[in-house]
């Protein structure tokens, strides 16, 4: 029996890596985007085998995750539970020890949280939360990534989380822990964070249900669809209940007159977000879709270097 292997690292929240790894991460990401946008050839994955599970849509996460193996000189492959005995009820846990053992790194995105946990727990290699029903890490540092190369540290700055307590709310309130901004959440009644994230990051962040309230003077204000993957039914009904959630401009100009917007994308203009604050020329959301790229090469050397 091969018992040579090392507990790897895995990153399913922010909170598994340190607030340093998490800087020196944001700061290889910058320095692998100037690589990438050089030209140069950089292949510090050379033949490493990412493997994906999907069991939810993606366009960002996927091709970001699969072009940056292929530029990092590895390869990824996309598994569909459609198309893989995960479909077919092969259990996660089975999956995990077998998958470990063919590739290098894995990631999933997948509803409940707990199953990216389980399949951590029998992975002999890394394991990347791509997104689950409770947070979205790898977003956050594409996010900071993002925040830090318009506007430096955000140490002590004020973010505005506007719209629903899900998953990308939850990653931002780890991130208010993690980088040690201050974060408002403007969420209508009902559709407040998890109290056993939000709990341990009192200190750094306040619910304020009034959005125009909560923008004064912010420095970045974010926002996500009203409706999460997996709630389409409910479309109807949170369209009702985030009547008044909307960033527009004139929430804008309540915040500093230099504040960042950022959408993780995919957007819902004239819900969400008015199409004029999405598509101003200043937008930083394609910088940020971008940096999804940078910021995964970033963490993908981080976790096999240490895996
Ligand atoms: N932001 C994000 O994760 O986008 P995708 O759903 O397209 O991957
Ligand atoms: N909250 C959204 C994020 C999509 C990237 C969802 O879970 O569908």
Same mark, same amino acid.
């Given at each position: ?102 590739? *290098? &790194? ?5 509803? $409940?949280? @707990?199953?990216?946990? !389980?399949? %951590? /727990?029998?992975?002999?290699?890394? #394991? ?95 926002? *996500? &669809? ?5 709630? $389409?039914? @409910?479309?109807?009904? !949170?369209? %009702? /209940?985030?009547?008044?959630?909307? #960033? ?60």
């Amino acid at each position: 029996m091969d018992n040579s292997h090392k507990q790897p690292r895995h990153f399913l929240t922010l909170l598994d890596l340190t607030p340093e790894e998490l800087r020196g991460l944001v700061r290889r990401a910058s320095e692998l985007k100037a690589i990438q946008h050089r030209g140069d050839i950089h292949e510090s994955l050379r033949n490493k085998v990412l493997g994906m599970i999907f069991e939810k849509s993606s366009t960002r996460t996927r091709v970001s995750f699969e072009a940056g193996m292929a530029q990092l000189g590895g390869s990824a492959l996309f598994l569909s539970p459609r198309d893989t005995q995960l479909g077919r009820g092969e259990p996660i846990e089975d999956t995990a020890r077998v998958l470990s053992r063919m590739v *290098d &790194v894995i990631m999933i995105r997948t509803f $409940e949280h @707990e199953k990216v946990e !389980r399949f %951590a /727990a029998h992975s002999r290699v890394p #394991v990347i939360n791509g997104l689950t029903d409770l947070v979205h890490p790898c977003q956050l540092l594409a996010d900071m990534q993002t925040w830090h190369e318009h506007r430096g540290d955000i140490k002590g700055r004020t973010a505005v989380w506007v719209g629903d307590g899900n998953n990308m709310c939850h990653s931002y309130i780890n991130a208010a822990r993690q980088f040690d901004f201050q974060l408002r959440i403007a969420c209508p009644e009902g559709y407040d964070p998890d109290p056993a994230i939000l709990e341990p990051a009192a200190d750094r962040c306040e619910i304020v249900r009034d959005p125009m309230a909560a923008a004064a003077g912010a420095d970045l204000i974010v926002t *996500d &669809v009203w409706a999460s993957m997996g709630q $389409e039914e @409910e479309q109807a009904r !949170r369209e %009702a /209940a985030f009547a008044g959630y909307q #960033v527009t401009a004139a929430m804008m100009a309540e915040a500093k007159p230099d504040a960042l917007f950022m959408h993780c994308l995919p957007a819902h203009r004239g819900e969400e977000v008015a199409a004029e604050v999405i598509d101003r020329p200043d937008s930083v959301v394609w910088d940020e879709a971008e940096n999804r790229l940078h910021a995964q090469k970033a963490l993908l050397e981080f976790l096999l270097a240490k895996g």
